[in-house]
């Protein structure tokens, strides 16, 4: 049996593209020939869960059919006028839809680092996609809902292993529509340049700071620990550097391939990454880096929560509800990414971060006469940034927790 894991080797792009060729022929044409692509949808599907991967293959079917049920139940539910839209329902589908997710996520605490026998490649991504969808439903957002369109949203296998989170909507106009054929040879021309542009970032620059160049560094900081306070050495910063080109080139390679393959189908999957480390302050730079899942926090977790504080009046403060919105956001996504400190303080980290940038901005606004901007500002605000968010990023690596503990 055949097992080939997204965008892992060049077998993997080659047959891609060479069963990608008719629906790309079609498109050109201004022909989408629904039933092929969803039979090479689902024949990549089972190359990516077969082998010794087939227990993850059974976990996503059964999570597909049950949120199926769980989304289309939901959708009866909102759009009959006999029922009244109580947060008590919406609650409970939001609840089962993220049980999966949740025990994927719990396992690994309660099992001595066993995955669960539920847990399947994308998991977390394609539960955002539904919470999502329950969202915008309870919003009335969503008019429609069919199982065979929801399957195509949940399961587009260019984004299943790690994104772009893309939103029901925005899919669903691309996927009932056929681009013109100056629009799709644009589309082809970007995603080919997505492609190129991705083996750059993954498998050349990625290789050198992930594979020729961190396990060195992290080598010779361990030889230094016991030799300063805190280990800390000019092998650990090199480490913070390393590892932080190492995350940001892999993962948006990553993107670029999933955002490339989806260009040649005629989807316009939304960006991931828009040049972060040139971000002017962290609010600058969460709205540049991993976007789709930085905007899906912050339009289902932060502004609801910010929404529902001020109709409830909890606090008489703006600024405290914002606050306090920022350390729910990023506590939950730092738990998102595990129940370990490092993760934990890498999202307080960032809320602080936010918070302070938020003053920071106030008070610029409020004596922007006395503080001078230019060049030369901006140019700094981009440094501190940029050494921030690497100091970060190398609480996130967890390599502290082995400098410090093992």
């Known amino acids: 049996m055949i097992n080939l894991q997204p965008y892992q080797n060049p077998q993997y792009f080659v047959l891609l593209l060479i069963a990608l060729l008719p629906l790309m022929i079609g498109l050109y044409h201004g022909k989408r020939w629904r039933g092929y ?71 690994p605490l309660f099992a001595q680092g066993r995955d669960s026998i539920v847990a399947f490649l994308g998991i977390s991504y394609l539960t955002f996609k539904t919470v999502g969808m329950l969202m915008e439903i309870r919003d009335g957002a969503i008019k429609e809902f069919s199982i065979s369109k929801f399957l195509h949203f949940l399961l587009f296998f260019p984004t299943i292993s790690s994104g772009p989170i893309d939103r029901y909507r925005r899919f669903i106009k691309d996927y009932e529509t056929v681009p013109e054929q100056t629009k799709y040879v644009q589309l082809v021309g970007k995603g080919l340049h997505n492609l190129f542009l991705g083996f750059f970032y993954k ?104 929404f529902w504080a001020m ?30 400190w490092y993760y934990i303080v890498y999202g307080l980290f960032h809320a602080i971060g936010l918070i302070v940038t938020d003053a920071w901005i106030r008070f610029k606004k409020r004596h922007a006469a006395n503080l001078p901007t230019n060049k030369g500002t901006k140019l700094l605000a981009i440094f501190l940034t940029f050494n921030t968010v690497c100091f970060s990023f190398l609480i996130f690596s967890g390599f502290l927790d082995q400098l410090w503990f093992s």
């Open 311 to 340: 109709k409830h009046k909890l606090l008489h403060s703006r600024i405290a509800m914002a606050n306090i919105g920022y350390l729910l956001l990023f506590l939950t996504m730092g738990i998102w990414h595990g129940e370990t």
């Open 203 to 306: 498998f050349l620059l990625g290789y050198v700071f992930g594979t020729l160049w961190l396990p060195y560094l992290e080598h010779l900081a361990m030889l230094q620990r016991h030799s300063a306070p805190l280990g800390i050495s000019i092998y650990l910063v090199g480490v913070m550097y390393c590892y932080s080109m190492y995350l940001f080139f892999d993962f948006a390679g990553y993107s670029l391939f999933a955002v490339g393959i989806s260009y040649l189908m005629g989807i316009e999957t939304p960006i991931n990454f828009n040049k972060p480390f040139l971000a002017a302050n962290l609010k600058d730079f969460w709205n540049r880096w991993h976007m789709t899942l930085s905007f899906w926090f912050r339009d289902y977790i932060y502004m609801r929560f910010v």
């Open 37 to 107: 692509e969803t039979i090479i949808s689902l024949v990549f599907l089972f190359f990516i869960f077969d082998a010794q991967k087939w227990p993850q293959g059974v976990a996503l079917i059964g999570y597909a059919v049950s949120q199926i049920v769980i989304v289309g139940s939901y959708f009866h539910y909102r759009t009959n006028k006999r029922y009244h839209n109580r947060f008590s329902i919406f609650a409970l589908a939001v609840g089962l839809s993220i049980v999966q997710l949740v025990l994927v996520k719990l396992t």
